[in-house]
């Protein structure tokens, strides 16, 4: 199946006279002076079910308004003011460029006789795509992005490949925003075709004939691309050759505008099978004969559950990884022509641990399970026997195995805390494996341990957790300490490399990354014991493993900070206002922190799923009890804070963070600086240039460091 992938995903007033009023805090030996600019507030009171409540920074949603521009310049001129007092910071850039610089490469995927993968040769802002005739051809480079813009915030990926192989479907997004366009190349002799498609988001290209179906939106009003709600996300065909509006649409849901909706083709071109989802959680399932004529037909109604097709065996017979009946997933086999559940075959049945994936390649089916959040592969025949166990380098992660069915070699790539992404050759028949290349580095990171442990939550479940620290650390309770957490949407954090952590890592501080609930790394069960009305179960998992941390030694509240993006900054938010005491950094970044409002933004009611949604009384009453922008308090002492957003971020718009920085500004009664530092140019996360990602972890780090009074190897007098 060539699959596409779904990203997680989705008023201006009068003002009154009342403002906040800029405050200096007081100097002492290791505090930098911080005046906070002025933040004019507004009488604006919402009613929710009766209950009152205020907004006063709701003018801080309106992100393209001339005074919110000054206001992130005034922001951002606090923030970079202080950063740059920080004595180390200088050290920690110049020692995380020497870290990051190394080798970056994906495994090959096959056109044809070519092959492409990504490269990036150590500081170049974005990968470069390469191409090579054969496995022992001569790389050439086939586009490189960095010449597309000159701030290097131009990403480019391919994301459908003809079935003749002649072409190569071309995702571009500029600045980070979840918008993209697409082109189309000719693999022999890249040249770029006269096709451009506006409007896509969450979408690849599957190829069919002579062109491949794709999902966008309607083209945005002018002044809302990135902050107002997107709606009729459909599915469309494009031929070759034709303009974007000749495109014939495919599917559509004039009744349902808020959903999603993706397409793709089965790898024997026969089956056009369609995913219909309110949100981030359960979708419908449905397929289209491609060689009959008629509509699409229902494989799985939704919305309850996730049901994806695998492979299509033939005369209509289809594998599906499902978690119906079976919350650790299960693949089954069904009849599209009668899918009745009496007819269903299981053909892996489902197991203990999470079945996470499954994928084709070279004939046989790769089973990607988790295990204690680390991942193991079996290798099967179609019809489920012959298990084999894939041999990987260690407990780690790992990604790959799959290709079309006459595919004699398949790769992927490995990972850990202290092993940086490995590709590696695989014979489909013959199980051996090798690696592609090795990567060079500046540290040694068989000088570091990784391992798991188990912590009880509040409730007294059972939460995993790896911890990575130097080998010979002894735990004294006085190591920085960086606690990262995400607890949400079903998604698992398994162990990964990160050079930006070796900043941490080589200078005695401790990395920790709990499985909160929420996540998916065990089975469906664990995800619903963290989202819409258990949502506080994520937290207190949060909580608990800081009190976990302090009392086995490994730090104290004065050196333990807190960390997580979107959703994991949400996370941050909450446990910061729940137990301020706890922590003494921390980094809210991209978070959802207004969860009254937050599905009225781009993409954000594709999220009501997973967290409920303040028009309804009872998840309104939850929502508002965690609320991070909501639960600040004055004259509580916050922690040390730096917020992290983006401009072009249209997936959590910065209004979250803006008005959770502004409201935290006036309530914080602390001497620790509460700063927000916003990218221009950047998004959400994914595509950032090289030398942005270098110069915010070097500032993270350097606020880090200096609010938990640690002190540095490589600091220069």
Not at 394 to 423: N, R
Not at 658 to 666: D, G, S, V
Request: glycine share 8%; proline share 5%.
């Amino acid at each position: 199946m060539r699959a596409i992938i779904l990203s997680s995903a989705i008023l201006f007033l009068t003002l009154s006279s009342c403002t906040t009023e800029p405050r200096t805090e007081a100097v002492d030996y290791h505090t930098i002076p911080v005046t906070y600019p002025q933040t004019v507030k507004q009488d604006v009171i919402d009613n929710y079910h009766g209950v009152e409540v205020l907004d006063a920074y709701r003018w801080l949603e309106v992100d393209t308004a001339t005074r919110v521009e000054a206001w992130v310049e005034e922001q951002n001129e606090v923030t970079f003011g202080y950063l740059e007092q920080i004595p180390f910071r200088k050290a920690i850039e110049e020692r995380y460029t020497e870290l990051y610089n190394y080798p970056k490469v994906s495994s090959p995927f096959k056109a044809g006789d070519y092959y492409f993968f990504y490269k990036n040769d150590g500081l170049q802002n974005q990968p470069v795509i390469y191409i090579q005739k054969g496995l022992d051809g001569e790389p050439e480079v086939f586009l490189d992005p960095n010449e597309m813009s000159e701030e290097g915030t131009t990403a480019v990926n391919i994301v459908g490949i003809s079935d003749d192989d002649r072409y190569v479907t071309l995702s571009i997004a500029d600045a980070g925003s979840d918008w993209r366009r697409f082109k189309v190349m000719e693999v022999a002799t890249k040249k770029e075709l006269e096709d451009e498609l506006k409007w896509i988001k969450f979408s690849g290209a599957s190829w069919w004939k002579d062109g491949f179906f794709y999902s966008r939106y309607p083209a945005p009003a002018e002044g809302t691309e990135l902050s107002g709600s997107n709606k009729y996300h459909s599915v469309y065909y494009h031929r070759l050759g034709t303009p974007q509006s000749e495109d014939e649409l495919i599917y559509e849901d004039r009744e349902n505008p808020n959903y999603y909706h993706t397409a793709s083709v089965s790898e024997d071109d026969k089956w056009l099978v369609l995913y219909a989802a309110p949100g981030t959680d359960g979708f419908a399932t449905y397929v289209k004969n491609l060689e009959a004529e008629g509509d699409f037909q229902t494989l799985f109604a939704g919305y309850e559950n996730k049901s994806s097709v695998v492979h299509h065996l033939g005369e209509g017979r289809m594998l599906v990884r499902t978690d119906i009946g079976a919350p650790n997933y299960r693949l089954i086999e069904i009849d599209a022509n009668d899918p009745a559940p009496d007819n269903w075959k299981d053909v892996i049945p489902e197991q203990e641990n999470l079945l996470q994936n499954v994928s084709t390649g070279g004939g046989y089916l790769f089973a990607n399970y988790l295990e204690k959040a680390c991942d193991k592969f079996y290798r099967f025949n179609y019809d489920g026997s012959g298990k084999q166990p894939i041999e990987l380098p260690g407990l780690g992660s790992a990604g790959g195995f799959s290709g079309k069915e006459d595919y004699e070699t398949l790769f992927y790539t490995f990972t850990s805390f202290v092993y940086p992404p490995t590709i590696f050759k695989s014979g489909v028949h013959t199980g051996l494996r090798e690696p592609v290349c090795k990567i060079p580095l500046k540290f040694d990171p068989w000088e570091y341990v990784e391992k798991q442990g188990m912590y009880r939550s509040k409730d007294d479940t059972e939460v995993s957790m790896f911890i990575v620290h130097k080998k010979d650390l002894e735990l004294n309770g006085d190591h920085p300490t960086y606690l990262y957490g995400y607890g949400g949407f079903n998604i698992s954090l398994t162990p990964s490399f990160s050079s930006s952590r070796m900043v941490l890592l080589e200078n005695d501080g401790v990395f920790a990354m709990p499985n909160l609930r929420g996540g998916g790394e065990y089975g469906e069960a664990w995800h619903e014991a963290g989202m819409l009305l258990n949502k506080q179960n994520v937290c207190d998992d949060f909580i608990a493993a800081a009190e976990y941390l302090i009392a086995e030694g490994y730090t104290n509240k004065d050196k333990l900070a807190i960390a997580g993006g979107s959703n994991g900054g949400l996370l941050v938010g909450a446990a910061m206002t729940q137990r301020p005491d706890l922590f003494a950094v921390a980094f809210p970044a991209v978070g959802v922190m207004d969860m009254l409002r937050y599905h009225k933004f781009t993409v954000g009611k594709g999220w009501i799923p997973e967290y409920g949604s303040s028009d309804d009384p009872e998840h309104f009453e939850n929502l508002y009890g965690y609320s991070p922008l909501h639960n600040l308090e004055e004259g509580v002492e916050y922690p040390a804070t730096m917020i992290t957003t983006a401009d072009h971020d249209d997936r959590v718009v910065p209004a979250h963070s803006f008005k959770f920085a502004a409201r935290l500004q006036e309530a914080h009664a602390g001497k620790h600086p509460v700063l927000i530092r916003i990218e221009t140019d950047a998004g959400h996360g994914a595509g950032k240039p090289t030398s942005k990602i270098i110069e915010e972890q070097a500032d993270k780090w350097a606020f880090f460091f200096y609010n938990t009074n640690s002190p540095l190897k490589y600091l220069k007098s």
